[in-house]
């Protein structure tokens, strides 16, 4: 069994900065990829970013250049940065990645969301 667990969102000002932490848990091979989505009150649950295990990394348009994903391969935990909020990025954010409990033979990848975590940006 795997498990997700968010931290680190809350309620932040306009133009300010926030930090989101996951970290996995359980029975883990390897994680191939560890991101984040977010969906809005009456909104699609949208891209924020993810990241590969090569470390590359991919952000949604409405984030490039304000959020910065990153992760830590030994504590299995992928953070998120995020500069310059504004209401727009007020969201529950959830953490996901894809994760193998067994090697060789019996590999086996799947894709696991955590319970999120609520982003208010307000003045």
């Known amino acids: 069994q795997v498990h997700l667990v968010e931290s680190g969102g809350g309620l932040v000002q306009p133009g300010g900065s926030l930090g989101l932490s996951c970290a996995a848990s359980?029975?883990?091979?390897?994680?191939?990829?560890m991101g984040w989505y977010r969906q809005a009150p009456g909104k699609r649950r949208e891209l924020v970013a993810t990241?590969?295990?090569?470390?590359?990394?991919n952000y949604g348009d409405a984030v490039k250049g304000r959020f910065t994903i990153s992760r830590d391969t030994v504590k299995n935990t992928v953070y998120l940065q995020m500069n310059s909020l504004s209401p727009e990025d007020t969201a529950v954010y959830y953490c996901?990645?894809?994760?193998?409990?067994?090697?060789?033979?019996?590999?086996?990848?799947?894709?696991?969301w955590g319970q999120g975590t609520q982003v208010t940006v307000s003045s």
């Open positions: 359980g029975t883990i091979f390897s994680i191939e990829a």
């Open positions: 996901t990645a894809e994760i193998s409990s067994q090697g060789g033979r019996n590999y086996d990848l799947r894709h696991y």
């Open positions: 990241t590969t295990s090569s470390f590359s990394a």
